[in-house]
């Protein structure tokens, strides 16, 4: 078998929901009582999206509808049920007033429904009273007096658990599952027969495969000595059981891993429960107490690593601090912080240490709106590295690291950046696909591939490879010569660029007859061979980036070797989902390794990466701006506690206003608010923007905006080139 990356699930699921759909919803369809009860309830978008997470080996399909069978709950269930009961009644008790007020009301309530629930299954919301389902409908708001932080937080837990038991649709979820098995067992059945396994698929068929065949489970017991598993913190439920299977002592073979007793000594695990990230996957940071609560009650020894190698105790500190107010412990919910220390006989460093906040303010008594703050921040910054930071001798740009939330934010960073000529590559998140070079390389395949798509080849022209004006654009329009079929026709159009143009028109009509009888990766090696896409990505500002993404656009096509069916056309409707879709793609590696240039990077893509200097950029938006965090923020900053997000030696957390509650009352506020949450514009053009400019099929055609300053030596395309 092969495991798939995803795409071939994709297309067999999308073909297999489409047939079956029109099957099930035509006048033929021998469910129709089923799908109008479904689709009073639920959108075909919904019913869809549950199909596809059922079709996940690693869920039970048999468990799944025997439980849905009876209204009882698991034994277990029913002791969570009756945990949560209890404890709501003991917040009560603690809290509780002759006149209540809403929280003690609908706490009340919880504690009524979480109890009839744990006593007699989902049949016990019958005799929820209608006064208890109208406090439930309530929103609970903000705390109120007598109710501490934390008290009032669980309270909230409890009574949204409980708000949820009453809005479980018991018949509706049957009703979904008779319709959707027998589709999702096929679609399973289908993909298994053709030979491909999914990662979940992996992961169920390891887990079965050791627990099913004691043999087989005693066999790898005995080959692996020692298991040492890094970053458990994000393994889930299959992953650790499997783990711990191979663990076990040897000649024990339990069915359940709580009853399994391991091997002294052979496991070693390591791992962060505050960096927990992946509950999506199902890894939580329950799973990881539990599973260190059993090694540890096994003999085991939990040592904590407190010694910090990156940072210095000028920047540790004010983490420490804000870390220790931030992470309160809650049992199998959050970790208490542990306090960093700094390596002793740390090498003093090169550039003064320490996290620092600078607030920007406007030069007159007017407010910053959001947009004039994010603007007014990013020229601070970029002159700050400009003369303050990159003119020192031993500091390189790549150095230097701007931290966003998210990349979108980062369009008023990148322009000032340029204004001041600082290089910069941007790292992960959706960039990849909205590179410039990238999609200048599809409307390049779109025109060959469809000789008579002007949307494409209008992006093709503007591009440096074409190296056209919007003027010259215009007039080669009107002189109807927009069809690269007929370059022979350029000979009557008196023009400084017809010769340049019919050379083009002549390479592409030349590839768009040669290729269709070629297999795609060698489509795509004459392709690069016939034009100087290469060459003028290298002399673009960002050239060596931009050879690497190119270089990976051709590897995408080698990956799809194994595919006879996918032609040229298929390629390009493929990028052109990605572009529309703007999956998750990081650039080639090679952004990584740059010295040359200063880092765009989101926080979470930091992860695990160090740099001497790190800028926390636009640390919040939107909503942000108008929330009470903002008033909160300059609270902080009055205590001078800041907020750090990194671990390098310095950190500037720089600040403009923004017209919030907090900026009318105190008339200056840390610009938390870095960005506008409606600016769609491509954050990774690095020379020029790009902006939608058509529709084909359904699909934005993107082209680029042009500053002529802008093309310097790319100035008349190809026909510098050619020459």
């Not at 406007?362 to 700050?384: H, K």
């Not at 010259?472 to 009557?492: R, V």
């Not at 690069?528 to 590897?555: C, W, Y």
């Not at 529709?695 to 030596?713: K, L």
Request: glycine fraction near 6%; include cysteine; aromatic fraction near 8%.
């Amino acid at each position: 078998f092969k495991e798939d990356d995803g795409l071939r699930f994709e297309e067999q699921f999308t073909a297999a929901w489409d047939c079956w759909l029109d099957q099930e919803l035509s006048r033929a369809g021998q469910h129709q009582p089923l799908w109008r009860s479904v689709l009073s309830s639920a959108t075909l978008d919904a019913v869809r999206s549950l199909a596809w997470s059922l079709c996940s080996e690693l869920v039970d399909l048999d468990a799944l509808q025997q439980q849905l069978g009876s209204t009882a709950v698991l034994p277990a269930m029913a002791d969570w049920m009756q945990h949560m009961s209890a404890r709501a009644e003991q917040l009560l008790s603690e809290h509780d007033r002759p006149k209540r007020r809403k929280v003690e009301q609908m706490l009340a309530a919880a504690a009524a429904v979480t109890r009839l629930v744990a006593d007699k299954g989902l049949a016990g919301r019958q005799d929820v009273t209608t006064e208890e389902r109208e406090w439930l409908d309530k929103d609970l708001g903000s705390a109120v007096a007598g109710w501490g932080k934390s008290d009032f937080r669980e309270a909230g837990a409890l009574i949204e658990t409980a708000q949820q038991l009453l809005t479980i649709d018991h018949v509706l979820l049957n009703d979904l599952l008779q319709l959707l098995i027998p589709l999702v067992r096929n679609i399973r059945e289908t993909f298994v027969r053709q030979g491909w396994l999914s990662f979940d698929g992996l992961l169920a068929r390891g887990q079965a495969l050791l627990f099913e065949h004691p043999s087989v489970r005693e066999r790898i017991k005995r080959e692996y000595r020692a298991l040492l598993v890094d970053e458990f913190q994000d393994t889930d439920p299959t992953q650790y059981e499997i783990i711990l299977a191979v663990s076990e002592r040897q000649g024990s073979q339990a069915a359940r891993w709580q009853e399994m007793v391991l091997e002294p000594g052979k496991l070693f695990i390591v791992g962060d429960p505050k960096q927990s990230i992946y509950a999506f996957r199902r890894a939580d940071i329950e799973a990881f107490d539990r599973v260190v609560e059993k090694v540890t009650n096994e003999g085991g020894i939990a040592e904590t690593l407190t010694t910090n190698f990156r940072s210095d105790g000028a920047v540790l500190a004010p983490v420490n601090e804000t870390f220790d107010r931030l992470f309160e412990r809650r049992p199998l919910v959050q970790p208490a912080n542990v306090r960093l220390e700094v390596r002793p006989q740390r090498k003093p460093p090169s550039i003064e240490p320490g996290v620092r906040l600078c607030v920007t303010t406007p030069d007159d008594d007017e407010m910053f709106d959001a947009a004039g703050a994010t603007r007014a921040e990013s020229e601070v910054l970029a002159r700050w590295l400009s003369e303050d930071i990159l003119s020192r001798p031993t500091v390189k740009p790549g150095h230097v690291a701007l931290l966003f939330r998210k990349l979108t934010q980062a369009d008023a960073y990148l322009d000032a950046l340029r204004r001041h000529d600082i290089p910069y590559v941007i790292e992960g998140e959706k960039h990849f696909y909205r590179r410039q070079e990238v999609i200048d390389l599809v409307n390049l395949l779109r025109v060959l591939d469809h000789p008579h798509d002007e949307i494409a080849l209008t992006g093709l022209l503007r591009s440096p490879l074409g190296g056209l004006t919007d003027r010259e654009l215009y007039d080669l329009k009107q002189a109807g010569h927009f069809n690269y079929l007929h370059a022979s026709h350029l000979g009557t159009w008196p023009h400084v660029r017809a010769d340049a143009v019919r050379r083009l028109f002549e390479h592409l009509a030349w590839l768009h007859r040669a290729i269709p009888v070629l297999p795609l990766i060698e489509a795509l090696e004459l392709i690069f061979d016939r034009l100087p896409i290469l060459e003028i990505a290298a002399a673009s500002l960002h050239g060596e980036q931009a050879v690497a993404n190119l270089m990976k656009v051709k590897q995408t096509t080698a990956s799809l070797a194994d595919r006879p069916h996918m032609t040229l056309s298929g390629f390009v409707d493929l990028m052109l989902a990605r572009l529309e879709e703007q999956p998750d793609e990081s650039e080639s590696l090679l952004a990584e390794e740059s010295l040359e240039a200063v880092h765009v990077l989101t926080i979470h893509k930091a992860k695990g990466l160090e740099f001497p200097i790190c800028r926390a950029a636009g640390p919040a938006s939107g909503e942000w701006a108008r929330s009470e965090y903002a008033a909160g923020f300059l609270r902080l900053v009055e205590r001078n506690l800041w907020a750090f997000l990194g671990t390098s030696s310095i950190a500037w957390l720089v600040a403009g206003p923004t017209q919030t509650a907090a900026t009318r009352r105190r008339g200056t506020a840390p610009s938390a608010v870095c960005g506008d949450d409606q600016g769609q514009r491509a954050a990774a053009v690095v020379r020029r923007d790009h902006r939608p400019f058509g529709r084909r099929n359904g699909v934005r055609a993107v082209t680029e905006h042009r500053d002529r300053r802008d093309r310097r030596c790319l100035d008349g395309g190809f026909d510098n080139w050619s020459q």
